[in-house]
């Protein structure tokens, strides 16, 4: 994947590093820490007090004692020594049709007068009547060995994806066949199988991901550019990073050096555990900068333990639509900051159809793990076992309240996805409403089915519609646009140009300086705007 807008223009690519790992030695084996070189401290100025117990460094009074400074491990040696002998390589190959297939490429079309026009009629011309049989496509990756007696090996899925043959090639150059156990793509893992009784295997371990600290060691094995076993080391540069890849993303950052071929290579702590698969890398070359991303262990564990068991990922599901807290609707939602997860919408048929969670909703918590940011909520309930009572904190209409969920399985709900939003019966209009009406930048009239047809609106949606935006008003900043429905005003539905009205002048008589809107696409999708009362 590619990265555009980083400094003046700069295209950087999100490289996919094939990395070559395996199993390291027994799961119950325990590595002993590289030992820190004792840090001699700083000569003493002279004519600074020597000998002082209560200043064995010499400060100066005055002023605070200095920290002695953490040097990194003086050697990784033993610990990469004992790791090294369980680094697999991950080899696929591709059977690529010939040239005398459909697929086969055809000379391309050249602009009349080309100067590679003799060029390609020469070199296709020689071509024809000659078959190109079948060939392989191959290429190289990393992976490693979790469970030595049944042959279980994990890597990227895209190391392995659209592959043919599998094949597990070990430090010490034996090759084993390996069939897919299972995949996911929402996280690119992939669990492979070898025979565990063709040679002695010994296996890796994964560690606690969310103990380690910014600023820890780290090592990666893998297969750089198919070079086989190397060792790198590096420091965890951040945590909690997304980059755009899934809907899980959650990332460990390293400098640690992960080039093209150390995806699915394992990332260690210093204690020899697996807390990372290294997946992803940016440059603008292709080879490293010192950016690279692994999948942490306590999602890949998850990941990995249901592929084994079912074949294929069982998410937990709670059937919401939902988008980011901004500090606008914090303040029209009466909350103290911007956090937590804004219910947009419910899929029909999903686990919370009966109304338990409501469009507008801010949800908190999720069985009792604080949902800080909206892609949050995604990773907590992925990771909730499909069929579980959780309480879920939410925020309805200023006041706090817990409620119990049932999850559903996210793979059987994501067709549902599509599926209409639930949305309230269309109101009968009083006598007394006008027909039209204008406020906040915007023109807007009764959803009638005149209107229904000029702006193509679902018949399942109801609203007042949006006619018209005025250019550079406060609703054009927002990206509001005519022909979305407006559903809800401040938590309050409306469905007359009348109640708009009447929303947005209570409003105004409160004092509020934004007013939440709850806007229909065409087709039914929900999503909250502020717009500012001018």
């Known amino acids: 994947m590619t990265s555009t807008g980083v400094g003046a223009g700069l295209r950087l690519l999100i490289a996919t590093a ?49 920290p002695t400074p953490i040097q990194g491990p003086a050697s990784v040696a033993d610990l990469a020594e004992d790791l090294l002998g369980a680094v697999v390589n991950i080899s696929t190959s591709q059977h690529a049709k010939g040239s005398d297939s459909p697929d086969a490429v055809p000379m391309p079309q050249l602009p009349e007068g080309s100067p590679f026009q003799d060029f390609f009629e020469e070199f296709f011309k020689n071509r024809e009547g000659q078959s190109q049989g079948p060939r392989d496509v191959q290429s190289l990756g990393s992976g490693f060995v979790i469970d030595a007696q049944q042959g279980i090996v994990v890597t990227n899925n895209h190391v392995i994806a659209d592959a043919d043959e599998i094949e597990v090639i070990f430090s010490d150059g034996g090759k084993l066949k390996a069939e897919l156990v299972g995949r996911d793509t929402k996280t690119d893992i992939a669990v492979l199988k070898v025979d565990p009784t063709a040679r002695k295997l010994t296996s890796l371990r994964f560690g606690d991901s969310d103990r380690i600290r910014i600023g820890d060691w780290v090592m990666a094995i893998g297969n750089p550019f198919g070079l086989g076993g190397t060792v790198t080391v590096g420091i965890v540069s951040a945590r909690n990073r997304d980059i755009n890849s899934g809907p899980y993303d959650d990332f460990i950052q390293t400098d640690a050096a992960i080039n093209r071929g150390n995806s699915g290579g394992p990332l260690f702590n210093m204690y020899g555990e697996v807390v990372g698969i290294n997946t992803a890398i940016i440059s603008p070359s292709g080879g490293s900068i010192g950016i690279g991303f692994s999948i942490p262990a306590k999602l890949a564990s998850n990941v990995v333990d249901q592929l084994r068991e079912f074949g294929e990922t069982r998410r937990g599901w709670l059937g919401v639509r939902i988008q980011p807290v901004t500090e606008d609707i914090a303040e029209s939602l009466s909350m103290d900051r911007a956090e937590g997860a ?68 996210l793979e059987d709900g994501e ?4 599926a209409e939003i639930d949305s309230a019966a269309p109101e009968e209009p009083d006598q007394g409403d006008v ?15 005149e209107q229904r047809s000029a702006f193509s609106i679902a018949k399942e949606v109801s609203g007042v519609v949006i006619t018209g935006v005025e250019e550079g008003s406060a609703a054009a900043e ?6 979305e429905v407006i559903t809800e005003i401040a938590q309050e539905s409306v469905a ?19 007013a939440l809107l709850m806007l229909a696409s065409k087709t039914g999708e929900l999503r909250f705007v502020t717009v500012r009362i001018e």
Do not use: C, H, W, Y
């Not at 686990?351 to 338990?356: A, F, I, R, S, W």
């Open 496 to 514: 007359t140009p009348k109640d708009v009205l009447d929303r947005i002048s209570s409003l105004k008589e409160q004092g509020r300086k934004n």
């Open 415 to 418: 067709q549902m996805a599509e």
């Open 342 to 409: 804004l219910v947009a919408g419910i899929i029909k048929g999903g686990p919370v159809d009966n109304g338990v969670i409501q469009p507008g909703d801010v949800i908190l918590k999720f069985d009792g793990k604080n949902v800080r940011e909206m892609r949050d909520l995604p990773r907590v309930v992925a990771d909730s076992p499909v069929g579980k009572a959780v309480d879920v904190l939410i925020v309805r209409k200023g006041a706090e309240q817990t409620v119990k969920v049932t999850l559903g399985r």
């Open 435 to 449: 027909a039209d009406a204008a406020a906040l930048g915007m023109t807007f009239e009764e959803l009638t089915d």
């Open 478 to 483: 927002k990206g509001i646009e005519a022909g």
């Open 18 to 66: 094939f990395l070559a790992t395996s199993g390291f030695g027994p799961a119950s084996a325990q590595v002993t820490p590289p030992v820190l070189p004792d840090v001699a401290p700083d000569a003493v100025p002279e004519g600074e007090a020597q000998g002082n117990p209560q200043n064995p460094q010499g400060v100066p009074l005055g002023q605070p004692a200095q």
